[in-house]
Each structure stands twice: as C-alpha cells, then as structure tokens.
C-alpha cells in the first residue's frame, strides 16, 4: 500500500515540434521503440502503486483513450491465429475498469490550469503529476523513489536532476536552502532564469508529489509567465505553510518533447532490448549512416 494513490497526466499540449506527424496523432502515442510514450509513464505510475490515473486532455485526444479501451475484435483475431506472443504485448495496455478518468482542458492555460482540473478528482489527499514528455530511465522507476522518500518528508515534492548552469532558463530551477544525500530543501522554485541570476543549477524535471493544499493555491492565481496559470507560482505560494523538497532521482532523463530527445531515448531504450542489441549495436558501432549507392 502506498500514501500516494492517484496520479494526474496532463496531456493536452498539441506537440508542435512534431509536425507534421502530430496532426492526426497525439504526441504521447508517438512510439519509443514499440510502446508509445504515454504507456512508458503509466508503467511508471503503475510501479509506484498508483491506483487512479487521471489524464488532461484537449481535443484531437481520443487516440489515448482508445489505446487503454479493450480491443475485443483484435484480440479474438490474434487468439485465432495462435498469435500469444502478440496478446502478451496487449496486456500492459490493460487497465482495470474505473481506474482512469479523461478530463477536457479546453484552452491552452498552462501546466497549473491543468492540475486544478483535476480537483475533485484527486480529492483531499497528496497526489502525484507526471509529464510524458520526460522519460526517465533507470533501476527503479523515479516515482517511485520519490513516493519512499516523500512518505517521511511531506510536504510538496519535485523530482531534480543538476543541469549545466548555461541551461537553467530551460527549467524550473530550486532556490537551495540545504541539501542531504537525494534530498534538497528549498526555499521556492524559480522559473527559467537567465544563467546569471539562477540561484542554483538543481533544475526541476517532471514527477511532482502535491499536497492537496495546492488547489486552493491555484485557485487564487491569476496568470503568470506567458499568460497561462503557472503550478511554479503555487508552489512557491505554498512553501511556508507546506515545504518543497527536491529528490534527485536515480535514472537517466530523456526530453522526449523535443526531437533529439526522443531520437536519443529511442536509441537508449532499444539498446537495453536484447532482441534489438546486437543489429543496432553494429550499425551504431560502424559510425555512419549506410552510404547510398552510385547510380
């Protein structure tokens, strides 16, 4: 059993950067390896014992709740032709019945937007927030590293990986007050500074653990960076009364929103396939792509 049991997705974002493939497909069902993205962080959430998942989604979505919907026609076609194996692929897309929710996000409002539809949903209890587009690779899944650790803190609690000080205006970024071992306390979070004024290099990534405190934080924002409602801005709303901790994760982060991010995490996780290995091991090893022939 675990204190943290529901878990909130929010997957509206349009996916721009993959063009013009996104058009008809959402960005989470893009495949890594042969799983598309959004099963890799479920299978993370699933790890951690999460037993409701809640998703934000938008328009043009239904392909997500298609892929976790049983597909009766499919699968007798593959127990009539002897295909096991091809059932067995099935079962990690099956979710047990009244375990996922889909909630509408109907204009592009912002993380924290996103996190406060879900409310009354998530109800009176901490919660855990993942983003598909971060996948991280590794012994143990990082939620559930931070699901032990955040049992003995409280309070609200972001996964962190150390980034090259040039990069922290891509990310979030911890105002340290002390660190111990994986544990970071922080005095609040500040969004994307310049190098020069980032008050550390501790840069937030996607898992959070959110006391329930969070919503009514939410609820009074307005908009911020950007014009849309910013979770940064209730956190930071909240660390008197609650605390932060950052939990430095053990695993490789992989930015799949962004196409080098997903061609790398493509790379990684079939190299750790052995069905998959040794091929791409001696065309990765050869150091270039196959020559094209003269005409």
């Known amino acids: 059993m675990t204190h943290i049991r529901t878990a909130v997705f929010p997957v509206a974002g349009m996916g721009t950067r993959f063009l013009p493939a996104t058009k008809s497909i959402p960005k989470e069902m893009l495949p890594l390896v042969d799983r598309p993205l959004i099963q890799y962080a479920v299978d993370e959430a699933r790890a951690a014992g999460i037993e409701q998942f809640i998703f934000v989604t938008a328009a043009g979505k239904g392909a997500l709740e298609d892929y976790f919907d049983t597909a ?3 699968e007798q076609r593959l127990a009539a032709a ?94 340290v007050a002390r ?19 980032a008050p550390s290099t501790s840069a937030v990534v996607g898992r959070y653990i959110l006391e329930p ?32 901790t950052g ?19 493509t790379i990684a996780f079939a190299l750790d396939r052995p069905d998959l290995q040794g091929a791409l091991g001696r065309f990765l090893d050869a150091g270039a792509m196959p020559k094209q022939q003269a005409a």
Do not use: W
């Open 82 to 175: 002897g295909k096991t194996s091809a059932l067995s692929a099935l079962e990690q897309t099956r979710m047990l019945e009244g375990t996922l929710s889909f909630l509408r996000q109907n204009a592009p409002l912002g993380l924290g937007h996103a996190v406060k539809l879900a409310r009354r949903l998530v109800g009176n209890e901490p919660f855990a927030v993942l983003l598909p587009d971060d996948v991280i690779r590794g012994p143990q899944g990082a939620l559930a590293q931070m699901v032990a650790a955040h049992a003995k803190t409280r309070g609200h609690m972001v996964a962190t990986m150390d980034v090259p000080r040039a990069e922290t205006s891509s990310y979030g970024i911890l105002d």
């Open 247 to 265: 939990y430095r994760f053990q695993g490789e982060r992989f930015d799949c929103g962004s196409v080098a991010g997903f061609v790398q995490a």
């Open 72 to 74: 009766a026609a499919l």
């Open 179 to 197: 660190t111990a071992g994986r544990l970071t306390t922080a005095r609040g979070l500040v969004e994307k500074p310049q190098p020069n004024l």
């Open 213 to 244: 405190s969070i919503f009514a934080r939410l609820s009074d924002l307005g908009p911020g960076a950007g014009g849309e409602v910013q979770l940064t801005d209730a956190i930071n709303a909240d660390v008197q009364a609650v605390g932060v």
